[in-house]
DNA sequence: CATGAATGAGCGTTCATTCAT
DNA sequence: AATGAATGAACGCTCATTCAT
């Protein structure tokens, strides 16, 4: 019955409308930027892709500016939801499945991070607003593990700084390939494994074990 | 005689200001492109920057692409002279070498990797031609290397195209800061250290070995 | 019963409210066009200043320049009113009340009457059916006024169509900073006050009269 | 010898033919604007006029605003260095003189001066910068002129500022027909009748004197 | 009657490139 | 060899207007 209501109501109908438009938008926007980047990607471009006149874009958005920023705002949004996890870093398991939530939510939406990567790559307000604000928690969350567990003797003694920053250089390098599109997603198995993949060998390392 | 030849030859010294005039405009190229990416670069900045006027930027290249090319060979011919080392990959500690000396080598150009990350992560020939021929034989090497080692039972058994692949990870995202220019370039002391510890921390891991 | 008609007929009390409409859209064009000419002006601003949607007002006129051509039509039809009294025009003390007439009517439509400045200063058709057929039987008037004059011996010997002009230009650069809204407009005393003075210095002469 | 060096300098020579474009493109802007408003003149009809590619202007003025700058400011200059004679103001020769002074100035660059009639109507900044401070020292001198006048008995007892204030009306009110471009520009011969009746009446006023 | 959505035309401006000198 | 001048094409964006609802 609510839900009727929704559906029945006009402002209702149309801001979703709305929505749904604004969301086509930064899809076409997002695949666009990512091909060609940002600079290389015109308001005419973004037009003909969701099939609409160029001066259309202008009532969702007020520029190419904002569609940018909308894209890399909703996307920060989407991680960070998936980020209330880190707390939850005890045990190997948990640090598994950490991996594979934080790789879900990335891959999901792939287009948008490869373009915020580009961004930010050129831009440093993007870089500190959207990716070192979001990653600088993550860091302390893992020194803090690595501290842990090297005070516990359950890790080497080891820098916990360096040993925090080399396993996200991991993560990153694991998934810049996909990110940019020279290798498929891996499906959900081959996520799993690949984050099992990547846990092993940081806690146990190449060499054997001897004895 | 030699030098006589250099000095003397007029053809000689023509070439060699044209050489020189050459470098000059992909040195401050590179850094407007590092900068402010290959697109939000215009002509006019660059010949600002080696104070020289547009139109003569014609004379040394045939274009704004074309300098972008020269910038992104002649980084990869100086890389590639690197990596006949490779061959020489035995051990742990000319592995530790190995890494230390092409992080040295990218350090050293810095600007001109930035400028070549950026386009190969929008540009599929870039990508194909300066980044993919050149890496895929340290991939070969490497995962010859680690099966060598995985048979002779030094290693614990482990998919080798797996290891080699988070090897590079882990190298690509220790030096990602770097050339994001986020961080500062380590010293050839602090370079030494970080190729030691990320080879120690992929041999060892994390976790402390039994006693 | 005539109020019966007005309240009680549907057709009538609809076109009340259609006048209504179009004279507020005509006010809140007419100050904009004013501060901000008709060029500056967007139908979008108009619309934002009666709070209607901008295709709303094409319901009541058929386009921005009709929009303009009302404003300039109705205030000449304003003053056109106060212009019969130009036939009093008789002796000195009706001719100070003319000139206190027009100014009261042109001050009174203050904002109606810049924008016909603006416009007629540019658009030779606006020229010519706003300003110049209103103010030529102006002209002819004051001329025989002084022809008549002259010709009693009550003024000098004078050019009629040079005195002519040189009244309507004492008239209007007396106005003009009003107009612009460099200065507020007088007050009705005030206004009384400069219509004798400029009467005054247009009869006598700046110059002490002999013996 | 001099001349020749000047004339053959390629340095000079190359600065007085920007010299020249900026000056055609000026005229050409001042053309258009002076007929259709600076807001209803394009950077293309200005490029037109001057028979130059759009882009090409951008090469002389940094954009449409500061040709408009020029414009007001070339033309401020000019009638800047006629105010010199202000302070020969003493007595009713040299008050012919003045204003047929001004007059020769404003109407020897009608077009710049309808331009800058026009938008200082509507651009307050305009107003301030290219009228009111130009013209305030006219008013004082003026004024001073009157109440000198009027202590000495020469002039009747009049408010100076009043009276200040018509007689610039009077001269602003006899030029607007001319500066509008609906009368022809008055003769040497003409402009200085002109100047004599405006002073005339000024002083004599059209009643005839007795006795 | 009111309006949100849509758009073609046009705007001021930038830019890579050409060319005469 | 070096460059100032010139430009066509394209860009991001605004606007008056139309139309379906």
Redesign the pocket.
């Known amino acids: 019955m609510i839900e009727e209501k929704i559906i029945s109501h006009p402002e209702a109908r ?1 801001n979703r ?2 929505q749904r ?1 604004r969301r086509a938008i930064m899809d076409a926007a997002a695949d666009l930027f990512a091909r060609s980047g940002y ?1 290389g ?5 973004i ?1 003909e892709a969701v ?16 569609i940018l920023m909308a894209i890399l705002t909703q996307q920060v949004e989407l991680v960070d939801s998936s980020l209330v996890h880190l707390n939850d870093l005890k045990d190997r398991p948990s640090f598994v499945n950490l991996i594979d939530v934080i790789m879900e939510k990335i891959i999901s939406n792939l287009v948008y991070n490869r373009v915020m990567f580009a961004e930010a790559w050129l831009n440093d307000e993007v870089l500190k607003v959207f990716v070192i604000t979001r990653w600088l928690p993550v860091m302390d969350i893992l020194q803090n593990f690595i501290y842990e567990k090297t005070s516990a003797g359950v890790f080497r003694p080891i820098d916990p700084k360096l040993a925090a920053r080399m396993i996200i250089a991991t993560f990153i390098g694991a998934l810049l390939p996909v990110l940019r599109g020279i290798e498929l997603p891996p499906s959900p198995e081959q996520r799993h494994i690949l984050s099992e993949s990547i846990v092993e060998l940081l806690f146990e390392g190449l060499a054997a074990r001897k004895g």
Chains 1, 2, 3, 4 share one sequence.
Do not use: C, H, M, W
């Open positions: 149309r409308r709305v438009q600079q990607t015109s308001i005419k471009n037009a099939d609409l006149g160029e001066s259309t874009l202008y009532g969702y958005f007020p520029g190419k500016q904002e």
